[in-house]
């Protein structure tokens, strides 16, 4: 199982995580309201130049008015399978510092995941 962005495999991160949900108040029985979609952290120690490159040009296609689709570990699966995401956002990229010739700490985070 690979992540991959619009059915590009992108270099596998260090680390994936789904973000927990912050509460959106309390229903009238008491019970916590969550929003409808989920964000996705992925995280690199160390990325090429190349890569982080691949990312960026993504973002930037579709920063304004485009959404991508991704595959991502299924959240509610009982074994460690992917799952195609669409309508998903990805925000700006960042990173750390640049380190001989690759790029330090990059995070991606893809929003608006319906689960």
């Known amino acids: 199982?690979?992540?991959?962005?619009?059915?590009?495999e992108i270099l596998q991160p260090t680390s994936g995580q789904w973000t927990p949900r912050?509460?959106?108040?309390?229903?009238?029985?008491?019970?916590?309201?969550?929003?409808?979609?989920?964000e996705f952290r992925l995280r690199w120690q160390l990325m090429p130049i190349s890569d982080f490159n691949q990312i960026w040009?993504?973002?930037?296609?579709?920063?304004?008015?485009?959404?991508?689709?991704?595959?991502?570990?299924?959240?509610e699966a009982a074994s460690y399978v992917f799952r195609e995401f669409s309508g998903?956002?990805?925000?700006?990229?960042?990173?750390?510092?640049?380190f001989q010739e690759h790029v330090r700490n990059v995070v991606l985070v893809l929003t608006n995941i319906k689960t």
């Open 1 to 8: 199982m690979t992540y991959k962005i619009n059915g590009i």
């Open 22 to 38: 912050r509460s959106l108040g309390l229903s009238g029985e008491g019970r916590d309201i969550y929003p409808a979609v989920r």
């Open 57 to 75: 040009s993504d973002w930037e296609d579709t920063s304004s008015t485009g959404t991508v689709v991704v595959e991502l570990p299924d959240l």
């Open 88 to 98: 998903v956002h990805l925000q700006e990229p960042t990173l750390s510092e640049y």
